[in-house]
C-alpha cells in the first residue's frame, strides 16, 4: 500500500505560480510512476502529468506551463505551476501507480487550486 499526501494548493490570481507537493510512504526507487490528475465541476478526471524513470508526460492543456519532479532522498513529488490560468482551477491529486500498471491504483486526497481571473 502506498499513502500520498498532497500540500500547496490555494488561490492565485491569473498568470501567477504554485507549486504542489505530494509525499509519499514508500521510496521512490523507480518501481512507481508518479503522477499528478485533477478535476474540476462538471468534467472528468485527466491526467496532467506523469513521471516515468526517464520521461515525462503532459496533457497539451499544461505543456510549458507545469513541471513534474520528484526528490528520492525526500519521497516526494513536485508539480511547478506557472502562468496559472483560470481554466486551472481543480482539485489536483496526486497518484502512483506500479510501473506498468494500466490504472492508478493510489491516490492523494487532493488538495485544491483556485485561479481568479
Known amino acids: 500500500q502506498v499513502q500520498l499526501v498532497e500540500s500547496g494548493g490555494g488561490t492565485v490570481q491569473a498568470g501567477g505560480s504554485l507549486r504542489l507537493s505530494c509525499t509519499t510512504s514508500?521510496?521512490?526507487?523507480?518501481?512507481?510512476?508518479m503522477g499528478w490528475h485533477r478535476q474540476s465541476p462538471g468534467k472528468e478526471r485527466e491526467l496532467v502529468a506523469a513521471?516515468?524513470?526517464?520521461?515525462?508526460h503532459y496533457t497539451d492543456s499544461v505543456k510549458g506551463r507545469f513541471t513534474i519532479s520528484r526528490d528520492n532522498a525526500r519521497n516526494a513529488v513536485y508539480l511547478q505551476m506557472n502562468n496559472l490560468k483560470p481554466e486551472d482551477t481543480a482539485v489536483y491529486y496526486c497518484?502512483?501507480?506500479?510501473?506498468?500498471?494500466?490504472?492508478?491504483?493510489?491516490w492523494g486526497q487532493g488538495t485544491q487550486v483556485t485561479v481568479s481571473s
Open positions: 497518484t502512483a501507480k506500479p510501473r506498468g500498471a494500466a490504472s492508478w491504483d493510489y
Open positions: 513521471l516515468y524513470s526517464v520521461a515525462t
Open positions: 514508500r521510496n521512490l526507487n523507480g518501481l512507481l510512476v
